[in-house]
């Protein structure tokens, strides 16, 4: 039995397009990052946080959503 923070949460058509705004949101983030500074240590740290951020916010998104289905087999 997998516990549920850890099992994977089909969303719902709801949580769905809210996770396909959240990834065109960081999409474009990444991108004006690219664009506006300069490749260094401190633009990849930028794009890192930006990719973890998205992540967190989409599991925000389905773990939360009370028609998403977790598979816990």
Same mark, same amino acid.
Request: aromatic share 6%; hydrophobic share 35%.
């Given at each position: 039995? /997998?516990? $549920?923070?850890?099992?994977?949460h $089909?969303?719902? =058509? !709801? %949580?769905?397009?809210? /996770? !396909?705004? *959240? ?5 474009? %983030? =990444?991108r004006?990052?690219?664009? *506006?500074?300069? +490749?260094?240590?401190?633009?990849? #740290? +930028? *794009?890192? !946080? !930006? =990719?973890?951020? +998205?992540?967190?916010a /989409? $599991?925000? #998104? ?6 998403? #289905?977790?598979?816990?087999?």
């Amino acid at each position: 039995m /997998i516990d $549920k923070p850890y099992a994977y949460h $089909k969303p719902s =058509e !709801n %949580g769905l397009a809210k /996770i !396909n705004r *959240l990834r065109e949101h960081f999409s474009e %983030g =990444e991108r004006l990052i690219r664009e *506006l500074c300069p +490749a260094s240590r401190h633009q990849s #740290v +930028a *794009l890192t !946080n !930006n =990719e973890t951020t +998205a992540m967190w916010a /989409i $599991k925000a #998104v389905v773990f939360n959503d009370s028609e998403s #289905v977790a598979d816990t087999r």
